[in-house]
């Protein structure tokens, strides 16, 4: 058998197929959680337009209110996208190509999710108050998002990488 190692000889004494299975598992625990609310928020978006007070917004409203629902429809694709495409390739004997294809699937879902809720926050704070504040408190959101899903583990990744596995960098 064939033992696949992390980067420079780091990582887990693992075939390749068992690695394959153990990402393919991380992967769908992490999509089962963004799945949930994605098609929750999308749920909540499909009923606004049979409210009365849909036709009372003015133009430029609708026009975020549709933009929203087109990318919660493309999130919502690109999130369920991971485990049809499993469901496709199952029993193909390529798991590893499938796991990496549906992780790129992911990432584009996890960031059509970023903008999904930055547009959705945008029209739920331009309909609840017409200050011009709305534009900074959603750009202050966004980069909240930002911070917790890309810079944070961008940092841990760059700080602990020359690590050897589980032992923590500390300073000195």
């Known amino acids: 058998m064939t033992e696949v190692h992390g980067s420079q000889g780091r990582g ?37 337009v049979f409210t009365s007070r849909y036709e009372d917004l003015p133009q430029t409203d609708k026009t975020i209110y549709i933009v929203t629902v087109v990318l919660g429809a493309a999130t919502t694709g690109a999130l369920v996208g991971p485990v049809s495409f499993h469901r496709m390739v199952a029993g193909r004997r390529i798991k590893p190509a499938a796991v990496e294809w549906a992780s790129r699937l992911t990432v584009v879902g996890l960031v059509l999710l970023l903008v999904t809720m930055t547009a959705a926050l945008l029209l739920v704070l331009r309909v609840a108050t017409h200050d011009e504040y709305v534009p900074w408190l959603v750009g202050c959101v966004v980069l909240w998002y930002l911070l917790c899903w890309v810079a944070l583990p961008a940092w841990i990744r760059r700080r602990y990488a020359g690590d050897e596995p589980g032992r923590r960098h500390t300073r000195e």
Do not use: P
Not at 39 to 44: D, E, S, V
């Open 12 to 48: 887990r004494d693992e075939t390749e197929d068992e690695r394959a299975d153990r990402r393919w598992t991380d992967l769908i625990q992490e999509v089962r959680v963004a799945q949930t609310g994605v098609q929750i928020l999308f749920g909540f978006l499909l009923t606004v």
